[in-house]
């Protein structure tokens, strides 16, 4: 299994930005995804998370109406778009897959929130 992340940065507050995650090393399209974040000194929380086809998404309460996470199942690949950014979401975003009992990380990329 592997997950690489991309698509962070630095951005002003309100800003927008698209979160990827390209995986490979299992069948991608049978399997939820999830993406969650680490704020430097906090434990790593979830954002969001999809069904394997899609069809179910949920959000933590500080990304309900902000971000927006979708697949593409033909690219092996789940996005995050993030947008009202705040400084607060300043974090490493991951996504994860569990698979076989096991959770499966990549290595995360930094989103920075700061004018």
């Known amino acids: 299994v592997q997950l690489v992340e991309s698509g962070g940065g630095l951005v002003q507050p309100g800003g927008s930005l698209r979160l990827s995650c390209a995986a490979s090393?299992?069948?991608?399209?049978?399997?939820?995804m999830s993406w969650y974040r680490q704020a430097p000194g906090k434990e790593r929380e979830l954002v969001a998370s999809i069904s394997s086809g899609g069809g179910t998404k949920n959000y933590a309460d500080s990304a309900k109406g902000r971000f927006t996470i979708s697949r593409d199942n033909a690219k092996n690949t789940v996005y995050l778009q993030m947008s009202s950014l705040k400084p607060e979401d300043t974090a490493v975003y991951y996504c994860k897959v569990r698979v076989l009992y096991v959770d499966n990380w990549g290595q995360g990329t930094q989103v920075t929130v700061s004018s």
């Open positions: 090393g299992f069948a991608f399209s049978s399997y939820a």
